[in-house]
């Protein structure tokens, strides 16, 4: 089923056609970057959608979906910025469950899951397969971290402000829409790290201004 012609589709679709063109055959890996409330997961769907439009097999998962357990995630506390940073995401069992299986092709199985927040451990497996001409959508923060970038064909950086990023938190999750309040120092702080370490503009193959989320706007860097 065709989509409404709307700026949010249209944009989808050009990034979708770029992707296509420079990598329409095999299994291809996307990654959506943004902070907490840029709306990454939902531009993840949308982008899936237009590949599914288009015929092309599309499948979803989250960095989300990969915490480790929550003793490893606040060792150093629940207000430190490098246990968010550094100890929030088991990329191991990111690679071992999805990435790698993933990228083997023919019959293999991957997980899009791995691990149940809410329930605090490993999530039950749940083998998916795909065709040979597949792309993998993955959204979540720090996706254009050094260990990771390499595991990316293409990647997407979306551009939020933190104050409305955090407005948004505000409505869907009840955090407070200050992001200089402390109880936000885990999750602004932790980005500054990732900020630091280098860029994740300047590593993503296309930045989006999502401040509007139906109205997203692709940014040319200046690279000079």
């Keep these: 089923m065709m989509l409404a012609n709307t700026p949010r589709v249209v944009l989808l679709r050009d990034l979708r056609d770029e992707i296509s063109h420079n990598y329409g055959v095999g299994r291809t890996i996307v990654a959506v970057d943004g902070i907490g409330g840029s709306g990454s997961a939902e531009f993840a769907d949308g982008l899936a959608e237009v590949f599914r439009e288009q015929g092309r097999a599309s499948f979803r998962a989250s960095i989300d979906d990969f915490h480790r357990p929550r003793t490893e995630r606040y060792r150093r506390g629940e207000n430190d910025?490098?246990?968010?940073?550094?100890?929030?995401?088991?990329?191991?069992?990111?690679?071992?469950?999805?990435?790698?299986?993933?990228?083997l092709g023919g019959s293999a199985g991957f997980q899009l899951v791995g691990f149940d927040?809410?329930?605090?451990?490993?999530?039950?497996?749940?083998?998916?397969?795909?065709?040979?001409?597949?792309?993998?959508?993955?959204?979540?923060?720090?996706?254009?971290?050094?260990?990771?970038?390499?595991?990316?064909?293409?990647?997407?950086?979306?551009?939020?402000?933190?104050?409305?990023?955090?407005?948004?938190?505000?409505?869907?999750?009840?955090?407070?829409?200050?992001?200089?309040?402390?109880?936000?120092?885990?999750?602004?702080?932790?980005?500054?790290?990732?900020?630091?370490?280098?860029?994740?503009?300047?590593?993503?193959?296309?930045?989006?201004?999502?401040?509007?989320?139906?109205?997203?706007?692709?940014?040319?860097?200046?690279?000079?």
């Design 117 to 224: 927040e809410r329930r605090d451990q490993t999530a039950q497996p749940a083998w998916t397969t795909a065709p040979r001409d597949a792309v993998l959508i993955v959204d979540g923060v720090f996706l254009n971290r050094t260990e990771l970038r390499g595991l990316w064909h293409y990647s997407i950086r979306l551009d939020v402000p933190y104050g409305e990023a955090y407005r948004r938190l505000h409505e869907t999750l009840g955090v407070d829409a200050d992001p200089e309040a402390p109880s936000n120092a885990r999750y602004v702080g932790g980005q500054d790290l990732y900020q630091a370490e280098g860029d994740p503009r300047t590593r993503a193959s296309a930045v989006i201004d999502n401040a509007d989320p139906a109205h997203p706007r692709r940014l040319f860097l200046d690279s000079c």
């Design 81 to 103: 910025p490098h246990g968010y940073f550094e100890d929030s995401f088991d990329y191991s069992l990111f690679r071992r469950v999805l990435i790698e299986p993933y990228r």
